[in-house]
């Protein structure tokens, strides 16, 4: 089976410190390891094929990086930890050694995040998932003009239970899968469609062409040192 989202609950509950490669403050990027997804799907599952996605921005990054800095040298992988008991304000070291956040202690923080933004009349009042989430980053991509083909395969939209992603494109009935898989193969593409999510005011056509996303990332992306762990 194809992959490149994560987004069912057991899958973000187990992501570890190394799926995260960090290339500089302001552009991380991640690759799933875990084997898990959802309960739905049976024992017999395998991955086939997995491709990695960007963050970038100091806004997005910075998260990421609080996990990953604000952790013990001998702490366990896990990346979402719970704080130590002995934190205070103002110390390096805020998150326990060996004490991973569970999956519904993530669910419900999320489900505060959400309830916080319909307060604020961010988003609609309503019922929001994992799921939801991700509809929301995929209308994201097509409000900016991204082809539905790539941004279904960014998102991980796709999946087989045999053979390589590309027939997991053709089972979906799409004629002309293969430029489309071909440019998610590439990593210029995804660090493009993770461009496009950093700012909604961007579109497809300010970074389609290589010199002008170049130029561009330079402003999104400055080069700063990388974390050391």
């Known amino acids: 089976m194809y992959f490149c989202g994560t987004r069912a609950r057991q899958e973000v509950t187990d992501i570890i410190t190394k799926d995260f490669t960090l290339h500089h403050r302001a552009l991380i990027e991640y690759k799933q390891s875990c084997d898990s997804k959802n309960k739905e799907l049976k024992s017999d599952y395998s991955f086939v094929e997995r491709e990695s996605l960007f963050i970038v921005g100091e806004t997005l990054c910075s998260p990421i990086y609080f996990f990953l800095e604000q952790r013990p040298a001998d702490s366990i992988d896990r990346f979402f930890l719970y704080a130590s008991f002995s934190a205070r304000i103002g110390d390096k070291i805020l998150l326990s050694k060996k004490k991973p956040i ?27 998932t994992n799921t939801s989430l991700q509809k929301g980053l995929m209308d994201h991509l097509i409000l900016a003009g991204v082809p539905s083909g790539l941004a279904d395969a960014c998102l991980g939209h796709y999946a087989m239970r045999a053979g390589t992603a590309q027939a997991g494109f053709s089972a979906c009935g799409i004629s002309n899968a293969h430029p489309y898989f071909a440019l998610f193969k590439l990593p210029i593409t995804r660090k493009k469609i993770a461009v496009i999510l950093s700012d909604p005011r961007l579109k497809w056509s300010d970074v389609e062409d290589d010199d002008s996303f170049h130029n561009l990332s330079k402003h999104i992306c400055p080069i700063r040192p990388a974390l050391q762990h």
């Not at 999956?103 to 999320?110: D, K, T, W, Y």
């Open 102 to 128: 569970g999956i519904n202690p993530l669910g419900n923080s999320m489900k505060k995040h959400i309830q916080q933004l319909i307060e604020q009349e961010l988003v609609p009042n309503g019922h929001y």
